[in-house]
């Protein structure tokens, strides 16, 4: 017969445990609950999951920041996915596997921008996924309230979200040239100027935006700025290269 102490720890393990009695009194459980990531009560959610870099300040249009420190979730089939604008994106298995994956799927950084319009947000540097990060699209879409509407992942470890919501329905809610500071905006109206005036490529012009936004805060920066003087030289070189060329095949 159990002791009362034997009965007091069989009610304290799990239901489908399985017990096998011999001799020497062994118990093997043979299957448990998760105790890994989300599910698990008393491990806190920041040790679940590990950013990888800081996020972004927030940028972009200013009737958009409210939605900082928000976040909106979706559930499709067995997972439930979260978006925090300007913070990040995460995925949560809603299962009591032992490993069932709870993990970052992108981080805030930057704008996409086409156009005179912000088309998207990119969450990246998410957790790893073989040999890269998982990494996240967020289109914006207009619609009569704030929401998480789907979850697709066109390419592996890349994710797209459709967020919808009411404060992008105004045609100019997306408009990049407004949210610039005033020098800037100077810059980008000579950027123009000098590509309607043919001193620059369209090449050259693409560099001297990204530059500009690079500056505002709305691109990760990647690179020395140019200025609209450099551009012109170098589309003066370039377009000496291919006259040369020109020539060079006319006279063989």
């Avoid at 996409?112 to 073989?130: I, K, L, V």
């Avoid at 990647?222 to 291919?242: G, I, M, P, T, Y």
């Amino acid at each position: 017969m159990l002791n009362i102490f034997a009965l007091e720890i069989i009610n304290t393990l799990p239901s489908k445990a399985v017990f096998n009695y011999g001799s020497a009194g062994k118990m093997k459980i043979v299957e448990e609950p998760n105790t890994f990531g989300l599910n698990n009560p008393f491990v806190a959610q920041g040790s679940r999951l590990q950013p990888k870099v800081t996020p972004a300040p927030v940028s972009g249009p200013v009737h958009l920041h409210q939605l900082a420190g928000k976040c909106f979730s979706l559930t499709e089939s067995t997972y439930k996915y979260e978006f925090c604008p300007f913070h990040n994106v995460t995925q949560h298995e809603q299962t009591f596997r032992w490993n069932a994956y709870s993990g970052i799927l992108g981080i805030w950084q930057e704008w996409e921008m086409a156009n005179n319009t912000f088309t998207s947000m990119w969450m990246r540097d998410g957790d790893t996924c073989g040999n890269r990060n998982r990494e996240t699209k967020v289109i914006l879409v207009c619609s009569t309230r704030s929401k998480l509407a789907q979850v697709s992942e066109p390419s592996t470890c890349v994710y797209s979200l459709t967020f919808e919501t009411p404060l992008v329905c105004h045609p100019h809610s997306l408009l990049v040239y407004p949210t610039l500071k005033e020098e800037l905006q100077k810059e980008w109206d000579e950027a123009e100027q000098a590509r309607y005036e043919g001193l620059i490529t369209e090449q050259g012009y693409n560099n001297l935006l990204k530059d500009i936004f690079e500056d505002a805060g709305l691109l990760k920066s990647r690179k020395v700025k140019v200025k609209v003087q450099e551009a012109a030289a170098d589309s003066a070189r370039q377009n000496s290269l291919e006259k040369c060329k020109a020539v060079c095949n006319l006279s063989k």
